[in-house]
């Protein structure tokens, strides 16, 4: 489990060729705003996702990426995930998280769950949920995480 000011080293995630990503090297010395999430999540689709794309944006800066979390065996193609958005090309990148790995590197208490790391590569903050206190916390760890 990485806990806040930890380094973070690797974030092993999947494409939708199940290659192998480290999120981590892909976007090294950006900042990074990750929301993990799952697709029968009403609160990730119907709040946070739209709100990761406002901010992704807003803060042209910070890198947004998705991961998608399966919970179960099944697994999710990216036709199932393009399925949630009102357009044919993803607002941002995301990858998926099949056995629930990246869920539990962050100790995730559902979904969705905000991960924010900073340009050296430091666990910043975790937020979880999507309605307006995580959101107004959201906020604040983004202007931080702006100057981190």
Not at 27 to 46: A, H, R, V
Not at 55 to 63: P, R, T, V
Not at 76 to 89: G, L, M, N, R
Request: glycine content about 6%; overall charge negative; some cysteine.
């Amino acid at each position: 489990m990485t806990r806040e000011n930890d380094l973070v080293e690797s974030i092993l995630v999947r494409d939708f060729n199940n290659k192998s990503i480290d999120l981590v090297k892909e976007y090294k010395g950006k900042p990074l705003l990750l929301i993990i999430y799952n697709n029968q999540c009403l609160g990730c689709t119907g709040r946070a996702i739209p709100l990761a794309y406002e901010l992704q944006k807003e803060n042209e800066e910070i890198q947004v990426v998705g991961i998608h979390t399966s919970f179960n065996a099944i697994q999710v193609t990216e036709s199932d995930i393009k399925s949630i958005f009102t357009i044919d090309e993803l607002p941002f990148p995301i990858f998926l998280d099949n056995g629930r790995t990246v869920y539990d590197q962050f100790d995730s208490s559902g979904t969705p769950q905000w991960v924010l790391i900073t340009k050296d590569g430091k666990l910043s903050r975790t937020i979880f949920g999507s309605q307006e206190g995580a959101q107004n916390r959201l906020y604040y760890a983004i202007e931080q995480l702006k100057v981190e």
